[in-house]
């Protein structure tokens, strides 16, 4: 059975700090692909980033990066310069490569509060 | 370009009673999937829909259906309504499985 885990239930930090949000998932599949998403309060699902199980490579747009770790099944997300604007609920997901996809296993979320 | 709709955005229904949540993808986008997130939690999937039918389920109980529209819009029907059932529903478009999910606002439904 397919698992996230995100062991940060809240975390809060000054502005201009960086946070790392973790994430830990299980899966026996082989092929997979990685999300991680943004919910602010208005309530919808942000995408922010997709990564396939053969891709480690890590990347970096902007002030965000993610670091995709296979030997751990690690997929943790850091914010550099934190803003207020990134307060939100981040939720680290996992979907099936194959069959029909995109029905995620959510992770429980981690609530991150910027405070100025 | 208008994204995934969903409609109402918030709901009260009493215990027993029957609900209906309706959701219109983003424009050509063909595929639909509903989600529950109860407070705190994460979403659970709970069904998606292609080409009119009921292709993959998660863990739910019968009382939960849909439908999908030729127009590709979508409906979440759950029947005599648990206090449980409380939670924001989310419902999300795809055009495949190799592009990444436009969700909505979701509806907050709330069963007294």
């Known amino acids: 059975a397919q698992k996230v885990t995100q062991a940060q239930t809240e975390i809060s930090v000054v502005e201009k700090e960086d946070v790392t949000l973790d994430c830990v998932y299980e899966?026996?599949?082989?092929?997979?692909?990685l999300f991680w998403y943004k919910q602010p309060p208005s309530g919808e699902l942000v995408f922010l980033i997709r990564?396939?199980?053969?891709?480690?490579q890590n990347e970096i747009s902007g002030r965000y990066s993610w670091n995709f770790q296979k030997s751990t099944s690690s997929f943790n997300f850091t914010i550099t310069a934190s803003q207020v604007v990134d307060s939100a609920v981040y939720f680290c997901?996992?979907?099936?490569?194959?069959?029909?996809?995109?029905?995620?296993?959510f992770g429980p979320g981690t609530r991150l509060s910027v405070l100025p | 370009d208008a994204g995934v709709t969903q409609s109402p955005t918030h709901l009260i229904k009493t215990r027993g009673q029957q609900v209906t949540l309706r959701c219109s993808p983003k424009?050509?986008?063909?595929?639909v999937s509903w989600y529950q997130q109860a407070l705190g939690q994460g979403p659970q999937f709970i069904f998606q829909?292609?080409?009119?039918?009921?292709?993959q389920r998660g863990n739910f109980p019968d009382r939960f259906s849909g439908h999908q529209f030729p127009n590709y819009s979508s409906e979440l029907n759950v029947n005599a309504l648990l206090l449980g059932d409380s939670a924001l529903y989310l419902c999300?478009?795809?055009?495949?499985?190799?592009?990444?999910?436009?969700f909505g606002q979701g509806t907050r439904l709330t069963v007294v």
């Open positions: 999300a478009s795809t055009l495949d499985r190799n592009t990444e999910a436009f």
């Open positions: 899966t026996r599949d082989t092929t997979y692909y």
């Open positions: 990564r396939n199980s053969f891709d480690e």
């Open positions: 997901a996992l979907s099936e490569a194959g069959g029909y996809g995109q029905n995620f296993v």
């Open positions: 424009s050509g986008h063909d595929t």
């Open positions: 829909y292609y080409e009119e039918e009921e292709r």
